[in-house]
């Protein structure tokens, strides 16, 4: 029997050589050693299959029955079954996306049965955070062009690197652990996790259920930003925004300090006016400064921003002290109370009046009405 | 560690308060002009921070017994 089936095996691995063959999986089943059996068939034919570990475990998921593959395989006998089979070497899915795209959608299900996916698990992003934390590569264009943003923006912000390889052999692991640390953080409000585009094969750690549970469990408000506008990763569905690239990541991390310095100009304006007001000084001539100042502020925001230095001038000269200068006074007794009518001076009480330069004492005439 | 007191959001909270009740309460002279020179202040307390430019990076690294520390990023 032996030297039957060897020398059958002989014959057919003489006979052939490493050939493609395409046809669609069905019976797959992974074992524990990590090598697949299945069988391949089309219309007219099928053959028992065997991929080794060696050989799938750089795949990136395995196949489903009823998926139709590609196979570079080289034939074979298995002499103890007395089989023929092929030994697969490769395997390429003819579906667009092929395995990735079955792997994905798998992971997908299986976060959205844990509720990962619900829209109503996103956070809102805090208006003004004071420390950011970024999950990617130190070397990488994503970590330049978010701090390039950041410097534009809104740099009074921290920003904590959380270092970390973003592709190849071991990159799921690391970045799961970065985000572990960063909830580690001390004050954090917010972070930002990604890389800049690549190939699909580049992109492939984000598209991770490992790293998608990793992001999850993230306890701050989270920005996913993979690649380019088009690429769409399973870390972005579900972080608490997804952002097209690093770049506007980082957009959306922080307000626009251009845009803040305008309201803080309006406010500017609304406190000078409510005071003027208050004060009854009846100084038409701030009130059109500030309107000048205005339409100034429209034109130009190098030039708004000079102008509203001038005009916190002008807001600091109705300082109290700026008021005592222009001639007022303040009457406060002993205790430092202000006395603001005339029941507050009895006949002939002491008191203390604040000029511009100092203090003098006084006293309400006894006689007086 | 971060040596802002009181964050961005609650100055500018603070600033409309301010603003609000200048322009709607009947104050007293001289609380209105206490509100009026803490809004100044706020307002170039916040102008400053705008102001900033230097973005401060950070690198995390983690010690061997799980602490994490951060240090300046060379750029």
Redesign the interface.
């Known amino acids: 029997m032996r030297d039957v089936t060897r020398r059958a095996r002989q014959l057919v691995e003489s006979g052939f050589t490493l050939l493609w063959v395409r046809g669609e999986i069905t019976g797959f089943k992974s074992y524990r050693s990590g090598h697949w059996y299945f069988t391949l068939r089309d219309a007219e034919a099928q053959v028992r299959c065997v991929m080794w570990r060696s050989d799938n475990e750089h795949l990136r998921g395995s196949p489903e029955d009823g998926a139709e593959v590609f196979l570079e395989a080289r034939p074979t006998l298995w002499e103890e079954k007395g089989e023929f089979r092929l030994t697969v070497r490769r395997l390429v899915p003819t579906a667009a996306g092929g395995l990735w795209q079955i792997q994905l959608e798998r992971a997908k299900a299986a976060l959205a049965r844990d509720g990962l996916l619900d829209p109503a698990r996103k956070r809102p992003l ?3 955070p ?2 950011i ?1 970024v999950v990617t590569s ?1 070397d990488g264009a994503a970590l330049r062009d978010i ?1 390039s943003v ?2 534009r923006r809104w ?9 970390t390889r973003v592709q190849g052999d071991g990159a799921e692991t690391e970045i799961c652990a970065a985000l572990e ?1 960063v909830n ?4 954090l409000d917010l972070v930002i996790v990604g890389r800049g585009g690549g190939s699909a094969e580049d992109l492939w750690a984000f598209n991770s259920e490992r790293v998608a549970r990793a992001v999850a469990a993230v306890r701050v408000p989270t920005i996913s930003a993979v690649g380019h506008e088009t690429d769409i990763a399973l870390t972005d569905l579900v972080a608490d925004v997804r952002a097209p690239t690093p770049s506007a990541a980082a957009e959306a991390a922080v307000p626009d ?1 251009v845009s ?2 305008g ?2 100009d309006g ?2 304006l ?2 000078a006016r ?2 003027t ?3 009854d000084v009846g100084d038409e001539r701030l009130a059109r400064t500030a309107d000048r100042l205005t339409s100034a502020m429209v034109r130009d925001v190098e030039r708004r921003r000079n102008a ?1 230095e001038r005009l ?1 001038g002008k ?2 000269a ?3 002290i700026k ?1 005592l200068a222009r001639g007022f006074a ?1 009457a406060r007794d002993d205790a430092g109370r ?1 006395l ?1 009518r005339v029941a507050d001076f009895p006949p002939g009480a002491d008191f203390r009046l604040t000029v511009s330069d100092g203090d003098v004492r006084a006293r309400r005439l006894a006689g007086d009405a | 560690m971060s040596k802002k007191k009181k964050s961005f959001r609650e100055e500018l909270e603070r600033l409309e308060t301010i603003v609000r009740t200048l322009e709607e309460e009947d104050i007293e002279l001289d609380e209105a002009l206490q509100l009026f020179e803490e809004g100044v202040r706020r307002l170039k307390d916040a102008r400053a921070l705008l102001e900033e430019s230097d973005l401060t990076v950070k690198r995390v690294l983690e010690a061997a017994d799980g602490t994490l520390r951060a240090k300046n990023l060379d750029r």
């Open positions: 805090p208006t003004f004071r420390r934390a130190v701090i950041l410097t740099p009074s912000v921290e920003l904590w690197v959380v270092p640390r580690r953080v001390p004050d300090r803040v310095a309201t803080l406010t500017a609304r406190l409510a005071l007001t208050r004060l509203l916190v807001l600091d109705l300082s109290p008021v303040v202000v603001r």
